[in-house]
């Protein structure tokens, strides 16, 4: 609950600012819609003063908005002439909003790709340094491990229907942790010794990309944290020993569902790393490095 609390919270702050993105699209169905109106009044009314066919007056209305101007067709009478002139002033400033923001969003489109790349090689770095060995020490204390299992043995033959059904279920899946069964001074000691690499990740500037990967991060930083404050984690009361449950969960909801994200991500682009991902997936009982 809190985990869905804080995603719904996420999407409203998301929604109310929005994003460039949505700003440059809003600007651009606007411009849209004013140019379409000028290009139908335009066409209609050197119709009716210049006597002009439709397609006439729809070729001097293109030609003349987007500055070509054969000079084949021009207006001879007053009525005309200011609409050519009304054209020049509205037509041409709008014409040109439109390509400049088509073109704006664009370069936009392609600057977010290569963002969201380099933020794909930073979930990469963590599950190769971190994500993966903390799967396996969370799932460990699952009771739930099977149903899980069921879940995330991904194979070559996933489609993106597999992927969302999967997500879907993630997304109801109980993280509840069995407090007795956590190795806390293993744990601890593996999260002591990534303290440097957590944080050069939780510093990247492509974390603002994926603000879900963000609380990853926290939640697995705070764990960390949590632990290294405890000397000795193997004479813990049990009122501790469940708040640091609490914390696990935290992380190992988060860790699940983006894990899931990340191997449809490399199953789509890297082939050879998602080959290797599913041989030592540590959800999978019979996964092994050894390619047989």
Not at 158 to 177: C, M, N, P, T, V
Request: with cysteine.
């Amino acid at each position: 609950m809190e985990l869905q609390g804080r995603r719904s919270q996420q999407k409203r702050r998301c929604g109310s600012g929005g994003t460039k993105m949505d700003h440059i699209r809003f600007r651009l169905r606007i411009l849209l819609v004013v140019w379409l109106t000028i290009m139908v009044l335009g066409t209609l009314g050197l119709m009716f003063a210049e006597g002009l066919s439709l397609a006439d007056a729809f070729y001097f209305s293109i030609v003349t908005i987007a500055t070509v101007g054969y000079g084949d067709i021009h207006p001879v009478t007053q009525a005309g002439k200011v609409l050519a002139i009304a054209l020049i002033v509205l037509g041409v400033g709008s014409f040109l909003g439109v390509v400049a923001n088509g073109t704006e969003m664009m370069l936009n489109r392609r600057e977010k790709q290569a963002r969201m790349q380099k933020l794909n090689m930073v979930v990469g770095l963590f599950f190769s340094e971190v994500g993966t060995r903390l799967l396996a020490f969370f799932s460990n204390a699952d009771p739930r491990l099977g149903t899980l299992r069921n879940k995330l043995v991904v194979s070559n033959d996933w489609s993106d229907q597999d992927f969302a059904e999967a997500s879907k279920g993630l997304r109801i899946h109980d993280y509840s942790i069995d407090a007795q069964k956590v190795e806390l001074e293993a744990l601890r000691d593996f999260l002591d010794t990534r303290t440097d690499v957590l944080l050069r990740l939780l510093e990247h500037p492509s974390l603002l990309e994926n603000e879900f990967f963000t609380e990853l991060l926290r939640a697995v930083f705070h764990l960390k944290e949590e632990l290294v404050h405890r000397h000795n984690v193997k004479q813990l009361p049990d009122t501790d020993k469940l708040h640091l449950a609490g914390d696990i969960q935290r992380a190992y909801a988060l860790l699940v569902q983006q894990w899931l994200g990340y191997m449809k991500h490399l199953k789509h682009n890297y082939p050879y790393l998602f080959s290797l991902a599913m041989r030592i997936n540590p959800l999978d009982r019979d996964a092994s490095p050894i390619v047989e």
